[in-house]
């Protein structure tokens, strides 16, 4: 069994064994929003590809939560754009866009900060991603990203805003890094909504 599937399983067995024992409460969110490959750049007006994710939360206590989260980027191609002869000796042409679908689910732990009806928080943990290249026109397939599930790690902040009891909006800024060639590194932009039980 590859490395990342037995580390994301130990954690997985370790996030369903302590969870109940630990946990003073439950929450769960759903978020969308934008993603940036900040592959060696960064430049805000990359800003485009999309990102979706759901997550739990065990609250172990006041400041402290593990959280599971399952989500799906679009993004462009890491080859997108680059510029290739298609047979020897003709001339170049500009690659489309190559998008791919990054199926994710990770697993990490939060620290939060309360200020009344404002929480702040930063997190960070490990993760598994599934690489599947959208549907290209035949010529360009060999260009595609492989098609792979890689291991990976991620960290972030974000600041969650109580609208209700137990409803609050939250804005999650998260940086994504996946280990095999290609490597990606993605940034994502989300704001949604969460629950506390």
């Known amino acids: 069994m590859p490395v990342w599937k037995r580390l994301v399983s130990c954690g997985a067995l370790v996030f369903a064994v302590s969870g109940p024992v630990l946990a003073q409460g439950w929450r769960v969110g759903a978020s969308a929003g934008l993603v940036n490959d900040v592959r060696g750049t960064f430049r805000l007006g990359n ?88 549907s290209a026109d035949p010529a360009f397939r060999p260009y595609q990203d492989p098609n792979q ?25 998260t940086f994504h890094y996946t280990t095999r060639d290609p490597r990606r590194e993605l940034l994502n932009a989300d704001a949604g909504l969460q629950y506390r039980f």
């Open 47 to 134: 800003f485009g590809d999309q990102d979706v994710n759901g997550w739990i939360d065990f609250v172990a206590d006041d400041q402290v939560a593990v959280r599971a989260t399952f989500g799906s980027m679009k993004v462009k191609g890491s080859q997108g754009g680059h510029s290739v002869s298609l047979t020897p000796g003709a001339p170049p042409t500009t690659l489309p866009d190559l998008t791919d679908r990054i199926n994710y689910g990770t697993l990490g732990v939060s620290y939060e900060f309360f200020e009344g009806n404002y929480t702040s928080g930063v997190f960070a943990g490990i993760g598994a991603y599934r690489n599947d290249p959208e």
């Open 149 to 173: 599930t890689v291991f990976g790690w991620h960290v972030g902040v974000d600041g969650n805003f109580r609208v209700l009891s137990r409803l609050s909006v939250v804005v999650r800024l």
